[in-house]
């Protein structure tokens, strides 16, 4: 019990950006860093695709390839171009991992970002 209420504690204050989604992006979990770097409070973005932080610049072909990686149950890494809340543009570093069950089948994916806009 302890230790649960520490690992909920741990990842709410953790310094990079996490939200965990369906099979389908549909987001059901973020946490504080991710709401500071997006600019969306929990109530705005919970229930909505990922899709909505997309600014629609990143090539198509790093959409096919994430999506390639992350059914296929391999971690994916790549940079995005994403919209904050604000509509200013940044630049995500962003890891996705598939979450599996005992049976080996993905539940869920966990996201990973980072704003790198002032390294470059
Ligand atoms: P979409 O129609 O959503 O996707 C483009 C292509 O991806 C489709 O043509 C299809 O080939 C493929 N695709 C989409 N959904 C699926 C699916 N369920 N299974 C298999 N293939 C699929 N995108 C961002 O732009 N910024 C982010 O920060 C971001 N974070 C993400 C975090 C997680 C955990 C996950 C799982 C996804 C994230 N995405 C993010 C990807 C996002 O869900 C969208 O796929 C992407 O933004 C493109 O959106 P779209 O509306 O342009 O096209």
Redesign the pocket.
């Known amino acids: 019990e302890l230790l649960y209420s520490l690992f909920v504690e741990a990842v709410e204050q953790v310094p990079i950006a996490i939200?965990i989604?369906d099979?389908?992006?549909k987001i059901l979990y973020v946490n504080e860093e991710f709401c500071r770097v997006t600019g969306y409070r929990p109530e705005d973005i919970l229930g909505e695709?990922?899709?909505l932080?997309?600014d629609?610049r990143?090539p198509?072909e790093v959409?096919?390839d994430?999506?390639r990686t992350?059914?296929a149950k391999k971690v994916w890494r790549g940079t995005?171009c994403?919209r904050h809340r604000s509509g200013e543009r940044y630049l995500?570093d962003?890891t996705?991992a598939p979450m599996l069950n005992e049976a080996g089948a993905i539940t869920h994916?966990?996201?990973m970002?980072r704003d790198i806009t002032q390294s470059y």
């Open positions: 939200s989604t099979k389908k992006a695709n990922e899709s932080l997309s629609k990143t198509r959409y096919y994430l999506w992350i059914s995005l994403n995500s962003l996705i994916y966990i996201g970002h």
